[in-house]
């Protein structure tokens, strides 16, 4: 029972921010986890930054399930791109070496090309997709939000289990 | 981030909560500790699988290696410590999935905890003890799945068995009529060189026909020609003012002439070099018809059954298929060090972990002194070897096992010797030591064995086996890069030869030669690409036997080889001669052209070069210049 109480206080606390700022920092975090094979330290890393910080959670859940299966799409590309980087270019041996024998370091698989390839396709996603879901949430905020709330079809969902998983894209009002 | 809204509110508003200031603005204090203490718990929960985890990586890794079961019965891990303690290893013997290749009591590591860090495994110590071999299984150690890379150095193996050529001890062909017809021209090796030999020297022959026509001299020639015949109109004695500019021009041109006349020879020069060259490869491709010639002797007298009574023949006939079963073990040994230690400092490339997503390549980066992936500094094995009612202790010693020789700059060298204090019969002894720091790896090997079971050698067609009874046998291995020099010994001086069926007259006459020996000095020497090694087999048996043999059959043998020699010879002549012909045609035909061409440009060049030495004396002196 005290951990179920716990658990539900986390999720509490994990749920209580919601601006576009927030909801598009959870995305980019959890595009990180769709992104990447999921068990590594990288992750690990990103999961706790996503529960410290005031990154809305719900969008990080989001951003995961929604890069999910785009990861799964594009491993061939990340294959390719960190075994350019890791294998073909002989200018960054030096630096795969480094980090292959600095510990820590050396847990972080980013001597896999798919790990490798994945994260610096997220490192250089991370902005873009940033400030497109904040510009895209405060534009549905503004324009659509109020509009669709007035429907029937929001009003049944409203009563539904999806509508707590949508309230993340709710403008919040604290 | 936090608290940068400023949209419009909809809906239900909730109570206004203060804006967050310092540290919370950004952080969600409140989550530490529930994070803290999630962590821990799962952090426990994999504690408490860790002893699971070990002990199905150590039966995974372990079936991939042998490419048959591995279980393990118990393993126990105290990861603060540093100690890994595994029980029950039985490792099954793909050969034979109902017998266990090795079977391990207990093993104990003393693993570093600092390099575990750099995903390093450094063990300091590993003691092993209760180490049998070849014990009885209860249930089969086949794998039911294999994947592809399980178990692939056993298959190599099984493949250079298999190919090995062992030549079988017969005397089935001798006193039989020797049925020469069944030699077939199609299937003799010289027959198809010499075929080659004529179609290249066709092929070089219309190369250079070809050649010689495009290098065209009549243009050259025919200028010549012209020029000579308009100075010949020219009185030299008399020559006007008019005529001296004319001659002054005939003069430059037949100058130009030459050079180009010159280019001409040079390049014929070049040609008939370059033909020489091609031709000179030619011919000696004669010199491989009677290397395929021998060849061919060879096999047709197997193909009429007709025995080598040779002393180097006949040792691999009778101990063959022995030296292969001894050898073959230690060049699979030497398979799966060179697999598993791979010599130098190179990246190594492997598959990447196995899971839903694409697993990827994961690189290794090696790098001299620092920690190597795995390592064993020392380790210890107390084993029981020889039979299960006679036990003997032994111990085995191994240090400076890595799987990154290079980084950790030190041999591997291992020994095994009896335990101290233990007492029977045999004496094994094996010393070596595995040196891949280098690109160029260098291993070597000793085993002495003494006062054991030597075991037995069927011989085939003799309806017999011999038993070689107790011995003495060594073995010194030595590779150095891909060359392997391996030479086996075995001292044996009480054979028993046992007899298991009826022979014929002959065979029979070979047993009896056979049986009044009772001592065997065996000698295999593998030695060439340690991938595919060249097998000698010299013992005191097949000398004796070929002694024998030609005192008694020699006479009929030699008629036999004549006879087959004769036939071969028979068809292959005509193609050998035909072979012969048509390379020396190409040589005489090309040469005559090439001859004919520098005779006519040298003819036209010196006409023209004295012609133009007399216009140039007719002339005054400073109108042509130098």
């Known amino acids: 029972m005290p951990l179920i109480a716990l658990l539900r206080k986390l999720f509490k606390t994990l749920n209580s921010d919601g601006t576009p700022a927030q909801i598009a920092a959870g995305i980019v975090l959890g595009a990180a986890l769709g992104l990447t094979p999921i068990a590594n330290l990288h992750n690990l890393i990103i999961l706790a930054a996503a529960v410290l910080t005031r ?49 820590v370091l050396a847990l972080t698989n980013f001597n896999n090309t798919v790990v490798l390839g994945s994260f610096l396709v997220w490192c250089a996603a991370a902005i873009p997709l940033y400030v497109g879901a904040r510009i895209g949430v405060a534009k549905y905020r503004r324009h659509v939000y109020e509009r669709l709330e007035r429907t029937r079809l929001f009003k049944a969902l409203k009563a539904s289990k999806i509508y707590k998983y949508y309230t993340m894209l709710r403008p919040e009002l604290d | 981030m936090a608290g940068s809204n400023n949209e419009p509110s909809t809906g239900t508003r909730k109570k206004a909560k203060p804006p967050a200031r310092g540290l919370k603005k950004y952080l969600r204090l409140k989550a530490i500790v529930p994070l803290v203490i999630f962590l821990v718990l799962a952090g426990a929960v994999w504690l408490l699988l860790l002893d699971s985890i070990v002990r199905r990586g150590v039966e995974w890794t372990g079936s991939q290696l042998t490419g048959a079961r591995v279980d393990v019965a118990e393993a126990e891990v105290r990861p603060f410590a540093g100690r890994f303690v595994l029980r029950g290893i039985a490792a099954a013997d793909p050969e034979a999935p109902m017998r266990n290749l090795i079977e391990i009591g207990e093993a104990v590591a003393d693993v570093r905890l600092g390099p575990l860090l750099e995903k390093k495994i450094i063990i300091d110590t590993l003691a092993v003890t209760g180490v049998r071999f070849g014990t009885p299984r209860t249930e089969s150690g086949a794998l039911e799945r294999r994947s592809a890379t399980t178990g692939a150095a056993a298959r190599r193996f099984s493949t250079w068995t298999r190919d090995l050529p062992i030549p079988a001890f017969s005397l089935r062909g001798l006193g039989e009529a020797v049925n020469v017809s069944a030699i077939s021209a199609d299937s003799l090796r010289t027959v198809r060189l010499a075929n080659r030999l004529v179609t290249e020297a066709d092929s070089l022959q219309e190369h250079w026909t070809a050649e010689l026509s495009d290098l065209d001299v009549s243009a050259e020639i025919d200028s010549t020609r012209a020029l000579l015949e ?23 041109s037949g100058r130009d002439l030459v050079r180009s006349l010159q280019a001409k020879r040079d390049r014929l020069t070049e040609l008939s070099r370059s033909f020489q060259d091609g031709w000179h490869d030619l011919r000696d491709g004669l010199g491989s018809l009677d290397e395929a010639r021998d060849v061919d002797y060879d096999w047709a007298r197997s193909q009429l059954r007709i025995p080598s009574i040779e002393a180097p023949d006949l040792g691999p006939a009778l101990f063959g298929e022995m030296a292969r079963d ?71 010693l191994v240090t400076g096992l890595t799987t990154e020789p290079a980084v950790y700059g030190e041999p591997t060298r291992f020994r095994l010797a009896r335990a101290s204090g233990g007492a029977g019969e045999r004496t094994l002894q094996v010393t070596g030591t595995v040196d891949h720091t280098t690109e160029v790896p260098h291993d070597t090997v000793t085993v002495a064995l003494a006062g054991a079971g030597m075991g037995e050698v069927a011989l085939g067609s003799l309806s017999g086996r011999l038993d070689l009874g107790t011995g003495e046998s060594m073995l010194r291995l030595t590779r150095s890069g891909p060359e392997l020099d391996a030479l086996m010994t075995w001292e044996c001086s009480a054979l028993d030869w046992v007899s298991t069926g009826q022979r014929s007259r002959l065979e029979q006459f070979v047993w009896e030669t056979l049986a009044g020996l009772d001592r065997l000095s065996l000698e295999i020497r593998a030695s060439g690409l340690a991938e595919d090694p ?76 004295a012609r133009l030495r007399r216009l140039t004396d007719a002339l005054p002196p400073g109108i042509i210049p130098p």
């Open chain 2, 326 to 396: 001894h050898l073959a073990p230690v060049l699979r040994a030497l398979d799966t060090v060179e697999e598993h230690l791979p010599p130098g400092l190179k990246q190594k490339l492997e598959p990447g972990p196995k899971r839903l997503r694409l697993a990827g390549t994961t690189v290794r980066f090696p790098r001299r002194a620092e920690l190597p992936a795995l390592l064993l500094e020392r380790g210890e094995f107390s084993m029981s070897l020889g039979p299960a009612d006679r036990p003997e202790a032994y111990e085995l």
């Open chain 1, 55 to 103: 990154v809305s959670f719900p969008a990080f859940m989001l951003g995961w399930a929604l890069f999910v299966p785009v990861g799964f799409l594009f491993d061939p590309v990340f294959h390719s791109l960190g075994q350019s980087l890791l294998v073909d270019s002989g200018t960054l041996e030096a630096t795969w070496t480094g980090m292959y024998n600095t510990p």
């Open chain 2, 230 to 252: 308009r100075s010949g109109e020219i009185n030299l004695r008399r020559i006007s003012l008019r005529q001296i500019e004319a001659v002054r021009d005939l003069v430059v």
């Open chain 2, 534 to 609: 060249r097998l000698r087999v010299t013992s005191n048996i097949a000398g004796t036997l070929s002694r024998a043999l030609q005192d008694r059959l020699g006479a009929e043998i030699r008629r036999a080889e004549a006879e087959v020699r004769r036939a071969v010879n028979e068809r292959i002549a005509s193609y050998e001669a035909r072979a012969r012909s048509e390379i020396d045609a190409v040589r005489s035909g090309v040469e005559e052209r090439i001859g004919e061409l520098e005779g006519r440009l040298d003819e036209v060049k010196a006409e023209l070069e």
